[in-house]
Antibody, heavy 117, light 107 residues
Framework: QVQLVESGGGVVQPGRSLRLSCVTS????????MNWVRQAPGKGLEWVAR????????YYADSFKGRFTISRDDSKNTLYLQMNSLRAEDTAVYYC??????????WGQGTLVTVSS | DIRMTQSPSSLSASVGDRVTISCQAS??????LNWYQQKPGKAPKLLIY???NFETGVPSRFSGGGSGTDFTFTISSLQPEDFATYYC?????????FGQGTRLEIK
């Protein structure tokens, strides 16, 4: 079965960086577009970024352009999110999400990022 | 950006009730709308895609409809496991956007 397992979350100070990883299994990773979606505590869902199956196309929500970078390593079946210049408002659970034509059909369990001094 | 507005934001209902949630897009999104269910502490789960198509394994008491700017999500007879938060999401254009969510609570 399809599994998406995020890691890399934790407590980080404002202005610092963090890299999230999502290891996938049970799917042909290189065939799928992938996304990061986040959810601040007690809030709704917010799409962060998307990368095409071959890595050639990347899309970001405006709030993250220039600060966050999505990438993938198909040899490791892994999706990444490099987050720089973190702010308190970036505190959230970050979900790795498989994409079938922009339909989010499989979600990881999420990893919590807390930005605090 | 396409703004998605769900109503109501919260809803109290009883087991066996029929409930309907609305989602309005700020511009025409054709049929490019999905519905997700999220339970506390869990990841969202896809229920409906392309406005009205069931994801595999989703019970038939769930249904979706609409096109253009106005969409609905209906649960025909609420079951105890249906009490959760529901989100709509448009995928007509980037940035992909979600509604603010509808929290369905037990009356």
């Amino acid at each position: 079965q399809v599994q998406l397992v995020e890691s890399g979350g934790g407590v980080v100070q404002p202005g610092r960086s963090l890299r999230l990883s999502c290891v996938t299994s049970g799917l042909i990773f290189s065939s799928y577009d992938m996304n990061w979606v986040r959810q601040a505590p007690g809030k709704g869902l917010e799409w962060v970024a998307r990368i095409s199956y071959d890595g050639s196309d990347k899309y970001y929500a405006d709030s993250f352009k220039g600060r966050f970078t999505i990438s993938r390593d198909d040899s490791k079946n892994t999706l990444y999110l490099q987050m720089n210049s973190l702010r308190a408002e970036d505190t959230a659970v970050y979900y790795c999400v498989r994409d079938q034509g922009r339909i989010f059909d499989y979600w990881g369990q999420g990893t919590l990022v807390t930005v605090s001094s | 950006d396409i703004r998605m507005t769900q109503s109501p934001s919260s809803l109290s209902a009883s087991v066996g009730d029929r409930v309907t949630i609305s989602c309005q897009a700020s511009q025409d999104i054709n049929k490019y709308l999905n519905w997700y269910q999220q339970k506390p502490g869990k990841a969202p789960k896809l229920l409906i895609y392309d406005a009205s198509n069931f994801e595999t394994g989703v019970p038939s008491r769930f249904s979706g409809g609409g096109s253009g700017t106005d969409f609905t999500f209906t649960i025909s007879s609420l079951q105890p496991e249906d009490f959760a938060t529901y989100y709509c999401q448009q995928y007509d254009d980037f940035p992909l956007t979600f509604g603010q969510g509808t929290r369905l609570e037990i009356k």
